[in-house]
């Protein structure tokens, strides 16, 4: 049974950058879309983006265009995603997850890596 | 970008009783060629990540409870909890596939009268 495993909880200052890890273990990575969703505190999920690693082009919610870079490694079978220009409203829950295409939904997610934007 | 609304926010169900939440689209998430819906329904716990339910708006993943059934095409969809129990305590989203960027309701949450 494949599981996506992040990276631990950051905390970071203003105008830094955060690059979060989502490894797959116990299956296939490289055919896969791998999404990054953020969620809040006691806010919603807002999709940030994803990437086929086979294919390696990544998509970007156009809120995050220019500040989002999302990657994969398909030798190591990790998902990285790197934020900059951090502000405090970026302080959210970071999930990886995963789909089976580029459409379509996410059936695994990984367990949440907390990022907190603090001076 | 297409716009997923839910409805209610949120909704406090007797147990045993059904549940109902609705997800209404901006534009149709149906793709004609093959007649599916990219519509999926996930339930989350506090301090947990988003678990799958159903996908292509009415298929139930495996090991969910039949208690839960997703309906609807187009542009309208509901989630329907036959008999509440007190697991199914979550907030629910929908969240459309049809394209990028795959946006998600705001969510409901459900609690128990």
């Known amino acids: 049974q494949v599981q996506l495993v992040q990276s631990g909880a950051e905390v970071k200052k203003p105008g830094s950058s955060v690059k979060v890890s989502c490894r797959a273990s116990?299956?296939?990575?490289?055919?896969?879309?791998i999404s990054w969703v953020r969620q809040a505190p006691g806010q919603g999920l807002e999709y940030m983006g994803g990437?086929?690693?086979?294919?390696?082009?990544?998509n970007y919610e156009q809120k995050f265009q220019g500040r989002v870079t999302i990657t994969a490694d398909d030798s190591t079978g990790t998902g990285y995603m790197e934020l900059s220009s951090l502000r405090s409203e970026d302080t959210a829950m970071y999930y990886c997850?995963?789909?089976?295409?580029?459409?379509?939904?996410?059936?695994?997610w990984g367990q949440g890596t907390m990022v907190t934007v603090s001076s | 970008d297409i716009v997923m609304t839910q409805s209610p926010d949120s909704l406090a169900v007797s147990l045993g009783e059904r549940a109902t939440i609705n997800c209404k689209s901006s534009?149709?998430?149906?793709?004609?060629?093959?007649?599916?819906?990219?519509l999926a329904w996930y339930q989350q716990k506090p301090g947990q990540p988003p678990k799958l339910l159903i996908n292509?708006?009415?298929t139930r993943e495996s090991g969910v409870p039949d208690r839960f059934s997703g309906s609807g095409s187009g542009t309208d969809f509901t989630l329907t909890i036959s008999s509440l129990q007190a697991e199914d305590v979550a907030v629910y989203y929908c969240?459309?596939?049809?394209?990028?960027?795959?946006?998600f309701g705001q969510g409901t949450k459900v609690e128990i009268k």
């Open positions: 534009q149709s998430v149906l793709y004609s060629s093959n007649n599916n819906n990219f």
């Open positions: 116990g299956g296939s990575f490289s055919t896969y879309a």
């Open positions: 990437i086929i690693p086979m294919f390696n082009i990544a």
């Open positions: 997850a995963r789909g089976t295409g580029e459409r379509t939904a996410f059936d695994i």
């Open positions: 969240q459309q596939y049809y394209r990028t960027p795959l946006t």
């Open positions: 292509w708006a009415s």
